[in-house]
Every structure is written in C-alpha cells, then in structure tokens.
C-alpha cells in the first residue's frame, strides 16, 4: 500500500473559461514539482478539456472529464460521449454527488456510465457517499453496498482493479453541508469499502483498487486524510481552484511519502 503513487485530484466543477483555466494551469504548473510518486490530475469542465490538453506539461498533470454521457454516439443532444474524449482524458469522474442531487442520477446511470468509460479505455473516478440524513439514519454502510454494487455490476474483476473509488460524503462536500468529517471515521468508511470489494472480487482486487477521500478537503487538513490507513489520494474541489491551496495539498503528499519508511 506505501509504496503505491499518491492521487490528488483537482475538481474545478463548474467554474473558470478557457481563458481562466489556462491562467490557473500556468500558475499550477509554476507551483508544483514533477514527483514520480504523487499523481496530480485536474478535472476542468468539458470546453477547457481540448486546449488544457494541448497545454499541459503530462510529466506534471493528467487530465480528467467531470462526466460524458454512456452511448457512443446518437441523438442524445446536448450531450457529450466517452468516446468523443477518449483521446483528451486518462479519467472521469462518475457518480458525482452533483450528479446524483441536482441531475437525478440513478444508480444504473451511474453503472452505464463506469461501463462506458471502462469500455473507452478511461479510467473511471467512481464517486459514492451518503448524504446528511442517510447518515443520521445510520444508513451509511447500505449506501456505500448499494452504490457500490451496482455501479460496478458489469465490470470483471480485471475492470475492477483499475477503477478508483472517491469516498465522498455528500454532507462533507464544500456545496452542500461542508461539514468537517473526522477522520477516523472516514478510515473507517474506506475499510468498509475493501472489506466490500473483497466480499464481490476477491482480496487481491480489493488490495489493488484506488480509494480516495474527498469533501472538504484543504491545505491545512490534506495530511490527516492522505495519512489514513487504505487511503490512496484525495478529490479536492473548491481549494484546488485555489493556486496556493492545490499546490499546498500536492506537497503533504510528497512529504507524507518522503516521510514512509521505503518498505513499510
Ligand atoms: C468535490 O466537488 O468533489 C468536492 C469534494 O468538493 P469540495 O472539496 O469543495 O467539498
């Protein structure tokens, strides 16, 4: 698990014009270092996908899709497909919380969707997590299974090992409640999370998968997460359109790395 590459993810969610995003690239890409070990991607919205990939420095950055629409190709107007990105992206977010509350995305939508990306050759940011009143009713544990199961229904175990799962409550997300989640608490929802992987495809695939954190997440709490036992990276929204911020998170990864003892 320690000597695994670190994944920070920038989610610029509906903000910044070409112009702003190729502004707040070149101010990133003044900030951050090439480190072999942490994996720095940003997910800007879909018109900025085209030139940020024309402009970016792929030693330092990968890109991500925030969502695409699960048919290749057809009348599906205003949508945009897995397959017409393919060429721009290395990931997409799927499932976000966004996604699920404002645009009514079922849990078969979602699944399509990770399918889609798989089939395209993308690697799928799966995002799930309960919301507020989930929480309270203790369902939080049926969410993760429920989301969790039918998202990945169609994929094979092989699928499976190189999609990344976002651990993100939606109460602890910056536009909804923004609540501060403890984290033990969210070790303990990553654990919960392998145990379900193994129970559907095995320990080995368990061990393998991507887990991040996200919700919340800043410069000066990025440690505590990244530190958690099972925890691959995090998916950061508001303070990644931040140039200090990002920069900030990305080098509590590289120190938290520096840190490990190399075999442990
Ligand atoms: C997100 O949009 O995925 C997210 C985690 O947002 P924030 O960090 O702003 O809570």
């Given amino acids: 698990m320690t000597n695994r590459k670190i994944l920070v993810v920038g989610n610029w969610k509906m903000n910044l014009d070409t112009s702003q995003?190729?502004?707040l690239v070149h101010r990133l890409e003044e900030r951050i270092k090439t480190h072999r070990s942490v994996e720095v991607v940003l997910a800007p919205s879909l018109l900025t996908l085209q030139p940020l990939s024309l402009q970016i420095?792929?030693?330092k950055f990968r890109l991500s899709a925030q969502d695409a629409y699960?048919?290749?190709e057809g009348p599906y107007t205003g949508e945009v497909s897995f397959s017409m990105i393919r060429e721009l992206v290395h990931y997409c977010i799927i499932g976000h919380s966004a996604r699920r509350v404002y645009f009514g995305e079922s849990l078969e939508t979602v699944r399509d969707?990770?399918?889609a990306a798989v089939r395209n050759g993308i690697t799928p940011i799966l995002c799930?997590?309960?919301t507020k009143e989930e929480r309270n009713l203790?369902?939080?544990k049926q969410v993760i299974h429920d989301q969790l199961t039918t998202a990945l229904s169609n994929l094979t175990s092989e699928d499976i090992q190189n999609v990344v799962i976002a651990y993100e409550p939606i109460w602890a997300i910056s536009t909804f409640d923004g609540e501060v989640a403890k984290p033990d608490d969210m070790a303990k929802a990553i654990k919960y999370i392998r145990f379900q992987i193994k129970e559907l495809y095995g320990e080995q695939t368990s061990k393998d998968v991507r887990v991040l954190y996200g919700g919340s997440v800043d410069d000066h709490?990025?440690?505590?997460y990244l530190a958690l036992e099972g925890c691959d990276g995090v998916l950061v929204g508001a303070a990644s359109l931040n140039y200090h911020q990002f920069p900030a998170i990305v080098d509590s990864a590289y120190q938290l790395l520096n840190e490990r003892p190399k075999n442990d």
């Fill in 128 to 130: 799930i997590g309960e």
């Fill in 21 to 23: 995003a190729s502004l």
């Fill in 70 to 72: 699960f048919k290749d």
């Fill in 113 to 115: 969707k990770v399918q």
């Fill in 221 to 224: 709490d990025a440690r505590a």
């Fill in 138 to 140: 203790g369902e939080t």
């Fill in 57 to 59: 420095d792929r030693r």
